[in-house]
């Protein structure tokens, strides 16, 4: 799988956007870019995930590159309880083998201030 | 629409015991995967399950290790003979079959069971 790259730590003011970067610069052009966070104690919770399109839920939107090198997490109002370890994956499809575990890396450390 | 179960939540086992992990995906969900997640580390693959087939097992350690998913039930990972080396936080993800090969499907995660060895 691509290796991901993503700053240790970030902090945010409550209430602004939280803008979170990740670098995968040997992405493959049929792997997908996941996000997940885990809040302290807590298993990981999925939150987005794309493939070249831009991709917004109800959490979070996530921004690609053309060239598909980098993506950016977008937390549009951060709160205290979004603080925590958020991972930008790389991910490959299904017709890869082994291709449907996740590697986490070391992740972003977030945290959220008032 | 419940989430991942797992239990229990804290397993506290001596060395040499056996400790037999539970997890019960989301309803629909054919998928399993097992995650390790040793004290300061990240989480790092284990096991993969479909119903009755391990699919991918490249994590698992050699010895001492197994994993199942029967036709009925919760998938269960089954440690023998345990060392305190095997104290970490163990984490099953779910997830539904792809509609095809390319698409993806979410891996969703239960909150763990923290396994401690004395």
């Known amino acids: 799988d691509a290796k991901t790259t993503q700053p240790p730590s970030m902090d945010c003011a409550e209430g602004r956007a939280a803008n979170l970067p990740c670098n995968h610069s040997?992405?493959?052009?049929?792997?997908?870019v996941y996000w997940y966070r885990q809040i302290h104690s807590q298993g990981p919770q999925y939150i987005i995930h794309?493939?070249?399109n831009n991709e917004t839920n109800e959490m979070a939107s996530l921004i690609i590159t053309e060239d598909r090198k980098s993506s950016t997490l977008i937390l549009p109002h951060a709160t205290l309880r979004d603080t925590a370890v958020y991972y930008c994956?790389?991910?490959?499809?299904?017709?890869?083998?082994?291709?449907?575990?996740?590697?986490f890396g070391t992740g972003t450390r977030l945290q959220v201030t008032l | 629409n419940a989430g991942v179960m797992q239990n229990p939540r804290h397993l506290v086992r001596r060395r040499g015991q056996e400790a037999r992990l539970r997890c019960s995906p989301m309803?629909?969900?054919?998928?399993v995967y097992w995650y390790r997640q040793l004290p300061e580390e990240g989480l790092k693959f284990m096991v993969y399950?479909?119903?009755?087939?391990?699919?991918?097992e490249s994590g698992m350690p050699k010895e001492r290790f197994s994993a199942e998913f029967p036709k009925e039930g919760p998938s269960i990972l089954r440690i023998q003979q345990v060392v305190r080396g095997d104290s970490a936080a163990y984490f099953c993800?779910?997830?539904?079959?792809?509609?095809?090969?390319?698409?993806?499907?979410?891996?969703?995660f239960g909150d763990g069971t923290r396994l401690s060895i004395l």
């Open positions: 993800a779910s997830s539904l079959a792809a509609r095809d090969l390319i698409s993806n499907q979410p891996q969703h």
């Open positions: 040997t992405i493959s052009g049929n792997e997908y």
């Open positions: 794309g493939l070249k």
């Open positions: 399950l479909q119903k009755e087939n391990i699919i991918d």
């Open positions: 309803k629909g969900h054919s998928h």
């Open positions: 994956i790389v991910r490959r499809p299904l017709n890869t083998g082994t291709a449907s575990k996740l590697t």
